[in-house]
């Protein structure tokens, strides 16, 4: 073989084999989380006020996290939804990012959020939640774990 020849197949190997590479890795990088949406741990001053039931889908692609989801049944509308970060599953944390919710007593749950690192790795260890407000419940109504699909 000549070597234009033979050069010229060595560049489409590298640039096939780039191309795959590159579509398994983008394939690979996209995980779906999701969480179901329970009322929030309350005392009986509360019980009147926190109703409700939900769920989130979340599928993280490089470093962008998009949300999408429902509620129902909640006593009064919703006010606010944010992503939280905490300690442990189960343990109320701090927020760092606002969600979209409808002004209602059942809607729907939405947003996109560009996570750091260390975010990351909280939420492949189930440390970031949902948590959801309403009228009468301004502390949280419902929350949820995003957790692996």
């Keep these: ?24 890795q983008s394939t ?7 969480a179901r949406l329970s009322i929030v741990p309350i005392d009986l001053g509360m019980a009147a006020n926190i109703a409700g039931t939900g769920g989130v889908t979340a599928t993280l692609k490089g470093r962008t996290l998009s ?8 006593k009064t509308p919703a006010t606010v939804a944010r992503l939280h970060r905490s300690p442990n599953r189960g343990m109320r944390g701090a927020s760092f990012a606002d969600l979209t919710a409808s002004a209602a007593t059942s809607g729907e749950i939405g947003g996109s959020v560009e996570l750091t ?3 990351v790795e ?3 260890k189930g440390r970031l939640y949902v948590q959801l407000h309403s009228e009468k419940a301004p502390d949280g109504n419902l929350w949820g774990w995003l957790l692996p699909k």
Excluded: C, I, Y
Aim: a positive charge.
């Design 1 to 24: 073989m000549n070597s234009r020849v033979l050069t010229a197949l060595m560049l489409v190997t590298v640039v096939t084999g780039s191309a795959v590479l590159a579509a398994r």
């Design 67 to 74: 949300l999408t989801g429902t509620f129902k049944g909640l």
């Design 28 to 34: 690979a990088a996209v995980r779906t989380f999701q």
């Design 117 to 119: 690192d260390v975010q």
């Design 122 to 124: 909280d939420l492949e």
